[in-house]
């Protein structure tokens, strides 16, 4: 063990009656040197005094050295530890002590490499009016440090609750949209037909903001999952304004897209983010020049570099002020009527996650925004992509709750072939799933709580070539699978517990037959 020698640091408080001391501990070294001098138990007696009040240590640390700190003066009565790793830069292994803000000492901590010794040297003492200053700064220090405690805990309370109140909101919203749009369809009274778009209307306004404070929450806490691939970016565009056709030539907007290059610019990205980014420009666009009477909007794509591709869109909507153009893509800034700003917000936060940028301008008068979006290039060639819809090594995915039939299917899908993997617990399948690995997996409706279509779309995020079936004791209506679900899902992909086995059979050999 290492020796130490100290000069009389044990008898520091002898001459004093301390009622409140201030401590800093610049290293975890000069931790070690306090941790194994007399200055520890000095300090545990002094605390039993009547006149005590408090003891305040800032250490500089990494997370599991400040517990092994905070262990060790658990046992003292009134001493509080903040740790400033955060706030410090570590120089020289210092330790200062401050007693009843009218005495400081300074103390430089050595280590003797040779001799496995520390020694501590009284570098100064200061009794004047600099121990004021320092007073000030100490506990201006402290207080910050105990306030970015507080935000913390309070930011982690708000993604919490963010994320709990966006799901326990879409669940309910969806039976909602999917029983008034089946109600619709079997009434004739023109006056209830009104009531029942007012409810689809607003029922949809309330999934889309819930949808998009869920996708914040994932953003804003590094949780989002980016997976990407090859994909040609000007499809993604010409499906996005097909979307948007049929509801422009009712408004009599027109969109036109205009591509300045050779079909198939691949990039690699996440396919579904880079989607919803655009998806959020272009409605953003369309209200705007629908509002504004406007009667165009333009989205262009060319590659003016070897290491990016560059995506306009312009719009004829509202002009907008200097100050408002720099603050349109933050957090819940709008200027129209019903808007939550989120969307602008979360296509800027998706265009960043991907390396990309965007900007926003006035064109020329009266005419509109211009929105410039510049995403890189990948480098590689496209034969180098994966393909997928092919089964890797006949693998398939089973999740759901335990049934006396489960180890019956495992071992008769092995039979003819095919690796299998069964989870009951869903977490655990998110957790060792693996991008590529499946090609089929087959999802309980609800399992243990968890919403299996929310399952699937994680699933998808991370492999999107990945199909999934659902599997319910339930028959689905099969007019009401456009009705209920917003997701790509359709009525084929749902089987049913009684004819489970030959229907995962089926299935397998019909996509492997593909």
């Known amino acids: 063990m290492d020796s130490i020698n100290f000069h009389n640091f044990e008898n520091l408080f002898e001459n004093s009656e301390p009622k409140s001391i201030d401590i800093y501990i610049n290293s975890f070294s000069s931790f070690l040197f306090l941790k194994n001098s007399l200055f520890y138990n000095s300090l545990k007696l002094i605390s039993k005094k009547k006149s005590f009040s408090n003891a305040r240590i800032l250490v500089v640390c990494d997370d599991n050295q400040f517990d092994s700190i905070c262990d060790l003066f658990s046992s003292i009565n009134n001493v509080y530890i903040s740790n400033i790793s955060s706030f410090s830069e570590q120089q020289e292994n210092l330790i200062t002590i401050t007693i009843n803000k009218k005495i400081l000492y300074f103390f430089k901590i050595n280590y003797d490499e040779t001799k496995k010794t520390f020694n501590c040297n009284l570098y100064n003492v200061i009794f004047d009016e600099l121990i004021y200053f320092f007073s000030i700064i100490y506990d201006i220090l402290w207080c910050t440090v105990e306030k970015n405690k507080s935000l913390e805990k309070s930011n982690i309370f708000q993604q919490d609750f963010i994320d709990i109140a966006s799901h326990q909101l879409r669940n309910p919203i969806l039976p909602i949209i999917g029983f008034s749009k089946i109600l619709k ?15 689809i209307r607003n029922g949809e306004k309330l999934r889309d903001v819930a949808n998009d404070i869920l996708d914040i929450s994932r953003i804003e806490t590094n949780s989002i999952r980016v997976n990407k691939e090859f994909f ?5 565009l010409f499906d996005l304004i097909n979307e948007y056709q049929d509801l422009a030539v009712r408004e009599s907007v027109d969109i036109k897209f205009i591509y300045y290059g050779k079909p198939g610019l691949i990039i690699e990205a996440d396919k579904s983010l880079i989607a919803q980014a655009f998806d959020n420009l272009l409605n953003n666009s369309y209200f705007s020049t629908k509002n504004n009477h406007g009667q165009e909007i333009t989205i262009s794509l060319s590659q003016k570099n070897t290491s990016s591709v560059t995506i306009t869109v312009e719009d004829e909507g509202h002009q907008m002020q200097i100050k408002d153009l720099n603050q349109i893509f ?8 019903g808007g939550t700003g989120l969307g602008l917000f979360i296509s800027k936060k998706l265009f960043d996650i991907h390396g990309g940028t965007v900007d926003i301008k006035n064109r020329s008068p009266d005419l509109g925004l211009k929105f410039t979006i510049d995403l890189p290039i990948s480098n590689q060639k496209i034969s180098s992509r994966s393909i997928g819809n092919k089964l890797y090594d006949n693998r398939i995915l089973i999740i759901d709750e335990s049934s006396e039939n489960l180890h019956l299917i495992k071992n008769r899908i092995q039979d003819l072939g095919y690796g299998i993997d069964c989870y009951e617990d869903p977490l655990n399948a998110v957790q060792h799933f693996v991008p590529g690995k499946y090609s089929l997996v087959f999802l309980g ?36 699978i456009d009705v209920f679900f917003d997701k790509d899902i359709q009525y084929d992909q749902f089987i049913y517990k009684p004819h489970l086995l030959d229907s995962i059979i089926k299935i397998i050999k019909n996509e492997h037959n593909r």
């Open 330 to 337: 933050t957090k819940f800034f709008t200027k129209s009527i």
């Open 445 to 480: 409706v609800d399992i243990r709580g968890f919403d299996g279509f929310d399952l699937y779309d994680e699933l998808k995020k991370r492999d999107n070539d990945v199909k999934g079936y659902f599997i319910t004791s339930n028959k689905i209506n099969k007019d009401a």
């Open 185 to 199: 369809s079997k009434i004739k009274d023109s006056t209830v037909l009104e009531y029942i778009d007012i409810i």
């Open 232 to 236: 040609d970016i000007d499809k993604i």
